[in-house]
């Protein structure tokens, strides 16, 4: 048959959405099953959230406002930004892509700590770039001296997860100064913070405070996970007003929805209720940890709303015996095993099959 796609796509891994629980209840033949996959926040939408969604849809034969001023105005309020320093998109995972193709023609190079966000080999991949990996170290946080060292005159774009994705392991201030003053003015540095909000450990910098003002910085943020919109896909960047504007320039028109736009603005609005939530995610996550270390496992000090099993190859074991107790957890074979922070009664089913599955 004619080739009509890209030969190279074959080799790209997919990005895994996981089980859907439906499927494996049905299959099990259980009531329902547990999903702890995706590091959402399982506590359902914020206040207001559907009405102000309910409330847009009544418009929705219209294309919503392109330049989503509304939106960005009350970021750039919550964030102590300029509007021209935001930009928005379907899902932060978008923005990066959007950062890959304004800062990267083909063979340029797209460099990041591995394992990180599996998105990230995807959209150096489908952007025409070159991915550069940097291992972890020992304890499975990003090697920044490494990655400095890494750097060539290809390098155009840095990716720097912190907390990191799957690992939940995070980056002290001093260290991202030193790699930060490192790296060249010309090599645009990605500070992905989708997990910012569960962050405690007083350390751990606050990309938009402490570094929001370096030209070469973009701090990528979600309202997926803390603000609870993960199906309404919406996420943000703050950077220098021209890389902004060139994010803006290359986004797919209208990609951030009416309806999406609204619920954001709604979500915001919930600021304590927010808090709130992440609280009671964190006493979990700090609770699961924990536990999980009395089975014997060595789980890194997570600062986000997962913990990170390194199993190594018995992770995909591990994953399936969990599924067969009807939790869905995300399994990177070979490596560990991701679980997300669920409720109380979520993370004590998940305990005691992961007990069983020990
Ligand atoms: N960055 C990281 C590190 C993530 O883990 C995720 C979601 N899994 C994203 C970005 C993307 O989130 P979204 O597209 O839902 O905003």
């Not at 550069?132 to 990716?159: E, K, W």
């Not at 095993?337 to 998940?350: H, S, W, Y």
Request: with cysteine; proline share 7%; aromatic share 6%.
């Amino acid at each position: 048959m004619t080739r009509l796609t890209r030969a190279d796509l074959e080799a790209l891994p997919s990005y895994v959405p996981g089980r859907s629980p439906a499927d494996l209840a049905r299959e099990l033949g259980l009531p329902e099953a547990i999903k702890l996959a995706s590091n959402e926040v399982p506590y359902g939408p914020l206040p207001g959230v559907v009405e102000a969604v309910a409330e847009a849809a009544a418009g929705v034969h219209r294309y919503p406002d392109m330049g989503v001023v509304a939106l960005r105005e009350a970021l750039a309020e919550r964030y102590a930004v300029a509007p021209e320093r935001i930009a928005t998109g379907c899902g932060s995972v978008a923005l990066c892509e959007h950062l890959a193709r304004a800062t990267c023609l083909p063979g340029d190079e797209i460099l990041y700590s591995w394992r990180s966000f599996e998105a990230y080999p995807i959209i150096a991949a489908t952007t025409g770039a070159t991915s550069v990996r940097v291992p972890n170290d020992a304890g499975h946080n990003h090697d920044l001296p490494a990655m400095a060292a890494a750097v060539t005159d290809r390098t155009r774009m840095i990716l720097v997860c912190n907390p990191n994705n799957p690992t939940g392991t995070s980056i002290r201030r001093a260290d991202l100064d030193r790699f930060l003053d490192a790296v060249p003015d010309d090599v645009l540095v990605v500070l992905d913070e989708a997990y910012r909000e569960f962050v405690t450990d007083p350390g751990v910098p606050d990309g938009l405070q402490v570094y929001g003002d370096r030209p070469n910085v973009a701090v990528l943020r979600t309202l997926s996970k803390a603000w609870g919109l993960a199906g309404l896909r919406v996420g943000f960047l703050v950077a220098q007003p021209e890389v902004a504007a060139a994010v803006r320039k290359v986004v797919t028109p209208f990609s951030t929805s009416a309806v999406a736009q609204a619920a954001a603005l709604a979500a915001l609005r919930q600021q304590e209720e927010v808090q709130r939530r992440c609280a009671l995610v964190i006493a979990e996550r700090d609770r699961l940890g924990e536990a999980v270390r009395k089975l014997g496992i060595d789980v890194p000090d997570s600062q986000a709303n997962f913990v990170w099993l390194p199993l190594g190859d018995r992770s995909a074991a591990f994953g399936a015996a969990c599924e067969a107790r009807g939790v869905i957890v995300r399994p990177f074979p070979g490596d560990g095993v991701r679980v997300t922070v669920g409720t109380p009664a979520e993370n004590d089913a998940f305990l005691a099959a992961a007990e069983a599955a020990l």
